[in-house]
């Protein structure tokens, strides 16, 4: 059972109720309290919010220490009502998770809940994966976790206010939710007539795109910057799950019975991220990102390819609210950067660089990512400049980051200085280096990846 602790009740009540929370207090700084007279006295009316204001102590750090030591924090009695409400989905959760059957848990938890809001279901979810359940568990059941909601989430037709806004990210999102719940619909009643043949594959692909520019300006943002990481740690598991299984179903095979098989479990997973999207992700996310994130993704949305949706889709509505920020001019006489062996200006190492036949990344010495370039050609991998600045990890999916952590890590101890990589990629072929930067005394100062089409070599040496 959690241990609760409302910063707005008196300290005294908090440690008759929990003893042993005095210790934790003054090992966090009331030293006040190793007065056994503060308790009866200052302590019945002092809360804890009060005292951490009096004391001038570092409010994030009480909190954090509280939570270490076992304690869940809430302020006031509506955050009490929705813990309570937290607490009661997650048993509902684990009910499922401990392999009841989804209609008996589903039938208990419609009588419990008229309704029940995303930020409570993330939460939810996201404590359980912090309390040591794997992260392949909670992917494994995720689809079987947001059926549990279906019949109890707040508004299951949503309708955000930014749908309204043309070009905003989250009304072309929700337009590509519909043209791909179009494409299920078409394959799922193709299937239900025996017509797997008449499935268009190809189409089907698509829907990576939609998953493409979540998993690369959406997980990353919600994770690093409002530390919320259920959706990073597993919708973006299942995502990739999708997509591959939409991969690589081979045209050849539809007549056999494994494929329509695979086809129509796909097909339900697809529909599932749909809701989920919908009802749970978009709604926390029209909550927690401020104008400014939605600008920045927004401009980092225009260098995706939109395979899911034609001009004719877009209505006219109003468009985003264009910044204000002037373009900076470069300067008419930049200062020179010297090196070794010669000097060119910022200018001239940024044409130099984006005019490289490759495209690179650089992650400094603390993982964080630094800098990319831009030749002008399509990207193989994405690089949103609101990626830029943030660390290396987020950026990629939970099944990924041991392995970037790992190619890091060995640069870092000199175990290793190059880590190359050959990938067919649609239907060319790129090679892919990692490379340690080191000075001349091998000093560390971060990490380069460069990706190069190699087509041009096949093309060459095939002559």
Known sequence: MSKVLDFQTPVSQLIEKYPALKEVLISLGFTQLKNPLMLKTAGKFMTLEKGIAFMKLDPQRIQAGLENAGFTIVKGEEDLERRERV??????????????SLEKVQADFNEKFANVDSGEIM????????????IEEVQKLCDI??????????????????????????????LENIAIQKLLHQADKSLANGQSQAIDTKELKKIASHYHKKGDLIYPLLKNKYHISGPSDVMWGVDIEIRTVFSSLDQA??????????????????????????????????EC????????IAEDMKN???????????????PVTESTDKEEMPPSMPD?????????????????LNTLPMEITFVDHNDINRYYNDNGKPKVFQRPKS??????YECHPAKVRPMVQGIIEDFKLGKKDTVSVWRVIGDKNYFIQYMAVRDKAGLYYGTLEWIMDMDFAKDHFSK
């Open 289 to 296: 990102f401020s104008t400014q994130d939605w600008k920045e």
């Open 304 to 318: 995706y390819p939109q395979l899911l949706l034609h001009e004719s889709d877009f209505s006219e509505k109003a």
């Open 145 to 174: 976790h947001s059926s549990l909601f279906h019949d109890c989430v707040s508004h299951e037709a949503v309708s955000l206010p930014s749908y309204e806004i043309a070009d905003h990210p989250l009304h072309i999102l929700h």
């Open 387 to 392: 990626s830029l600045n943030r660390e290396v």
């Open 253 to 286: 095979k539809k007549h056999e019975e494994s494929w329509n098989q695979a086809m129509k479990e796909n097909l339900k997973r697809a529909k599932e991220m749909v809701f989920k999207e919908e009802n749970i992700l978009f709604p926390r996310l029209e």
């Open 87 to 100: 607490n009661t989905i997650k048993e509902y959760l684990q009910r499922v998770n401990d392999g009841e």
């Open 123 to 134: 939460q939810a979810e996201q404590e359980i994966l912090e309390s040591g359940t794997p």
């Open 336 to 352: 020179l950067l010297r090196f070794t062996l010669g000097q060119l200006s910022p200018l001239q190492v940024e044409a130099l």
